[in-house]
Every structure is written in C-alpha cells, then in structure tokens.
C-alpha cells in the first residue's frame, strides 16, 4: 500500500508522456504536425473525454514555462541590428495587424451576435492575438524560420506580445466594478518601464561577464542552472510588473545574442524547451470543453470560420500594404489565422472585471483554443486549396531545374544578369517568389520557378547541391543574408556570388566570405560619370582612363576598411560613407 502511495506522484506525469508519445507521430503520419498531436492527446485525457486529469490548470502553471524558453530560444537567434531591421513589420504592419482584425472582430461580435460594445472591443482585440507558441514551433518545424513569412510572421507576433498589456488596462479602464485611478495607469506603466529597463542594464553588462567566470569554472550543469536562473528570473521580473514573462525571456535572449556563449547556452535549454512547450500544447487539449463545444456547435463551427477568414484577408491585404509579396503575405496570413494563448488570460480578465459575462469568456476559450487546433492543417494545406479556387499561388515545382547556375532573385538586378549568362549559353534555374514577376517573366518565355530561397528544401530541390555557381540578386540585403547563410552552411564548395545593396552590405559580404558581392549601383554610377565626362567634352579616353581610376581608388579603400577594422560583422553602420576626392569649393568674389 506505502509503494502504491510512493507511485501515485509518478502516475500523471506517465499519463502525459504516454499521451504524447502515442497521439504525436500519428499525428506526424497523417501530415498535421505534432502540435495537433499535442492539442489531440491533451483533449483525451483531459476532464471531457478520459478524465485523466480533473484540473488541467495544475498542468498549465508549469507549461506556460515552455512558452518562456520558446522566447528565450528566439531571442538567442536575434540582435539588436536584426529586430531594427525589422522595425516596419513590428511597428507598422504589427499594429495595423491588431487594430484591424481587432475591429473587424469585435464589428461582428456586437452585429451577428448582439454583444455590448465593450464585451466585443476586448473579445475583438484578444482575437486579433496570434499564438506564438503554435506559429513558431511550426516554422521551426517546417524549415522556415528564417523564411521572409517566418521573419513577418515573427515581426507582428511581437508586437502582440507587446498589445497585451494595453490590452490589460484598456479591460480596467473597461470594468464597470470600479473606475480606474488615472494615478495607478501612469504607475503601472512606469513600473513597466522600470521592468524593461533593469533586463536591458543587467543583460548589456553583467550577463557577460557572468556566463563568462562561469564558463572558466567549466562545469556543465551549473551553465545550464545559470541560463535557467537568467530566463525565470527575467520571466518573473516582467511578470510581478504586470508584463508577459515571455517577452522579459526574450529580452534576455536578444541581449545575449552576441555572446560567446549563445550556442551553449541554446544547447542546454533545448531539451527543457521541447518537453515545456508539448506539455504547454497538452494543456490548451485539457482546456478544451467538449461540453461547450457540443452544446454550441454550430455557433463554434461559424465563430472559427469567421475569424479565419476574417484574419487570413485582412492580414493578407495588409502584408501587401506593406510591400511584401503576395506568397509571403497569403503564408504570412495563414500562419496568424489563429487566436492565441493571451485570450486566455484576457478573458479571464474581462469576466472577473464584469466586462464580458463568464459564459461569453467560456464561449471565447473554446473559440481561440479551436483556432488553435485548425491551424496545423490550414498551414498545411490552405496554398493547395486557394490554388484550386483559382487563387494566384504557384506550385513549388523543381521537375524541370536543369540549369548548370542557380539564380535567386529575377527582378530588376537579376534580369540584366541573367542577360549576360544566357548570351554566353549557360543554362540557368530561375527562383523568385513573386507571383507576378513570375507570370510577367513567363509571358517572354522565361521559366522562373516559384520559391523560396531562404529555405534548404527549396533550394535543395532547385539543384543548389549539383549546381557549378549560385548567384544571389534579391532585392533586400536581409534576405541576401540569410541565403548566403543557407548557402554557405549547406554548399559550402560551390560558389556564391551577391548581389550588394550598398558599402556597408557589401562589407559584410566580404566579412562571411562572399568575395564574389557587386554593389548594385556602383557599375552604373561609373558608367554615367564617364559618360557626363564625354559630354563635357572630355574625350573618351581620357574620360575611361578617370573612371578606372575611381575604381581602382574605390576597391583599394574597401579593401582597407576590410581589413583595416572599420567594419564589425556584429555592428555593420558603423561604416561612414566618404569621397574619394573631396569636392573643391569655389572662392566666392570679392
């Protein structure tokens, strides 16, 4: 009887890895991913089918930590300069993101089912949330984090981690159980503040120095308790604030991006990350009221099919605002089509501040938790649906990649270059992943193959392996980058050469090995300076004779400033732009 009492603890925890492990590569086997297998096994056990679990918020406390070291995770990958290069989509696409599905959302909620207008404000807006913890496991899991979707999808999920807490004091100031003091908002908001600003002083200078008298001890186990301490401890800074323990992780991550560690330290949190986050998805499965769901069936079904649709199009429309191109903003669409994991907080919130009755913030749960479980297969196969319908997405077909150079990039750049290889007979493959730059292509005859190229299987298929040269001609240097990163890991003996949107790109080229980088305008400056020569009537010769020279000057500074240390590959604008010939000022009369 005393070893039966001894094994009761162990029988849960055996429950949830039994579940896990049976309902997950079934769900792998039928192509819906282990996120569904997650979400599946923890509706099985939980109180509405097996009751294996009576109170699955007793799972969730601890789960949310797998959520915390998913940020954490993130934010090791990232810097400073790579979030900065991401300002748009944070700022500008992220919240035109959370205001329109927000509004279009809480519209519906107040004509189709008669809500009150603040009930339907905050349901609306916490709609408009997307779940970071099931859209990036299913990057990670598709190859396609580092993808221009992954990256924007990336983007505006920051962002709403950031609207949480607005979203917070707007329930407050909401709440008809008592006025807010306009004393407590401002207060609330400073100790945020206060919040960020310790993670960012204790992250810039003492996590460094930190890790590294740590790591001159060389013990294993105490840099993994180490990381551990750092992620909860800024976890819990954020929260006793009033702010998202996973954007506080991430803030921690981001500012060891940099660290000679950062590779360890990833290293000895993978394996807590992994088991944190299943257990998480398991969690949101046990949440999951099958009563609610059948007793509100029909009203669930078109709930689900109108936030979907609803999200899918107005984010579709707004990627395309922003300028990205039409695969990238219909991936980026399906990926966010869900309500996230803060609707469970919010309307919990809402409910206990008498915004929203508690059968409403019930109704709600069920919904975000089902749009949850419909996003592994809208992912999966939403693009093969809408191109059955007649939409505008190509199928990724590499049947026909023959050619002996792989060009990534046919827009402007790309078609001039092209122009120069194919006059001289060298057969190309041509990615792009522009839909209309494909169709306008192929109404000349050019096959240009839709992908890609920031992802190993597309470029894989494309012949990157067998391939005598790639060249990279797209248009932005932080997708240059990362198929030169792709590029260099996975081809390492075949050569690449790119495309430089300017010196300081140029630069880091140089610095990740890319001797073959060309600055886009630098040939076509020259040529019309020489040619502005010849037209005020210095002759031809003379006019080439200054051109190389300027070339000749220009290649000789940036191999200076190669080697000379004026370029970081960690800090690249620290790069100041300077004549070659300073211009000479004409004396003013008298």
């Not at 089918?49 to 995770?73: I, Q, S």
């Not at 060298?426 to 992802?455: K, P, Q």
């Not at 949107?501 to 080229?509: F, I, K, P, V, Y």
Request: include cysteine; charge should be neutral.
């Amino acid at each position: 009887m005393a070893e039966a009492d001894h094994l009761t603890p162990l029988l849960e925890p055996m429950v949830l890895l039994a579940a896990a492990v049976v309902a997950v590569p079934l769900a792998k086997r039928l192509g819906l991913g282990s996120v569904l297998g997650y979400i599946a096994a923890g509706a099985a056990i939980g109180p509405s089918v097996l009751g294996l679990f009576a109170a699955p918020g007793r799972v969730a406390g601890v789960a949310e930590l797998g959520v915390v070291l998913l940020l954490f995770v993130i934010g090791l990958e990232l810097n400073l300069g790579r979030l900065w290069a991401l300002r748009k989509d944070i700022l500008g696409l992220g919240t035109a993101q959370v205001l329109g599905c927000g509004g279009l959302a809480a519209a519906g909620l107040m004509l189709a089912a008669g809500w009150a207008a603040p009930a339907a404000s905050v349901a609306g807006l916490g709609l408009a949330l997307s779940s970071t913890a099931l859209v990036m496991p299913l990057l990670e899991e598709r190859g396609e984090l580092q993808s221009p979707q992954g990256q924007v999808a990336f983007a505006v999920l920051l962002l709403q981690d950031l609207a949480i807490v607005p979203l917070l004091a707007l329930v407050a100031f909401l709440s008809p159980q008592e006025a807010p003091r306009e004393g407590s908002i401002w207060g609330a908001v400073a100790l945020a503040v206060a919040a960020v600003a310790v993670v960012v002083l204790v992250g810039r200078f003492l996590l460094n120095p930190f890790f590294s008298l740590l790591g001159r001890a060389g013990t294993r186990e105490i840099m993994t308790a180490a990381v551990l301490l750092v992620v909860l401890g800024a976890a819990s800074l954020m929260a006793m604030a009033g702010l998202s323990m996973a954007m506080g992780a991430f803030l921690a991550g981001v500012l060891l991006a940099e660290s000679n560690y950062r590779h360890e330290l990833e290293a000895d949190i993978e394996p807590f990350r992994g088991l944190l986050l299943g257990l998480f998805f398991l969690s949101v499965g046990m949440s999951v009221d099958l009563g609610v769901v059948a007793a509100q069936w029909p009203v669930l079904l078109a709930g689900v099919a109108g936030l979907v649709a609803v999200k899918v199009l107005a984010t579709h429309w707004l990627a395309r605002a922003f300028g990205h191109s039409p695969g990238t903003a219909l991936r980026t669409a399906l990926l966010l089509a869900q309500a996230g994991e803060f609707g469970f907080v919010l309307y919990s919130a809402a409910a206990a501040a008498g915004v929203m009755r508690p059968e409403q913030a019930s109704l709600l749960v069920a919904l975000v938790t089902l749009s949850m479980a419909a996003t592994p297969p809208l992912v999966r196969f939403g693009p093969a649906f809408l191109r059955s319908c007649g939409q505008k997405v190509p199928e990724e077909d590499f049947s026909d990649a023959r050619g002996n150079v792989l060009l990534v990039g046919f827009g402007r750049f790309g078609q001039l270059v092209a122009q120069v290889l194919l006059r001289h007979g060298v057969s190309l493959t041509l990615l792009d992943s522009d839909v209309n730059r494909i169709e306008e292509a192929g109404r000349f005859g050019a096959r240009v193959h839709y992908g890609d190229g920031t992802r190993l299987d597309v470029l894989r298929a494309a012949g990157a392996g067998r391939v005598r040269m790639i060249l990279v001609c797209t248009d932005r240097p932080e997708t240059t980058n990362r198929i030169v990163g792709v590029v260099q890991e996975a081809f390492p003996d075949t050569p690449c050469f790119a495309r430089a949107w300017d010196r300081r790109h140029a630069l880091e080229l140089l610095a990740r090995g890319i001797d073959g980088q060309v600055r886009e305008t630098l040939e076509s400056a020259l040529a019309l300076g020489r040619e502005a020569l010849v037209g005020l009537g210095v002759s031809r010769d003379m006019a080439e004779a200054v051109e190389q020279d300027v070339r000749d000057r220009d290649r000789e500074r940036l191999k200076a400033q190669q080697l000379g240390g004026f370029f970081v590959a960690t800090d690249h604008y620290k790069v100041r732009p300077e004549p070659l010939t300073p211009p000479r000022r004409e004396k003013q009369p008298g």
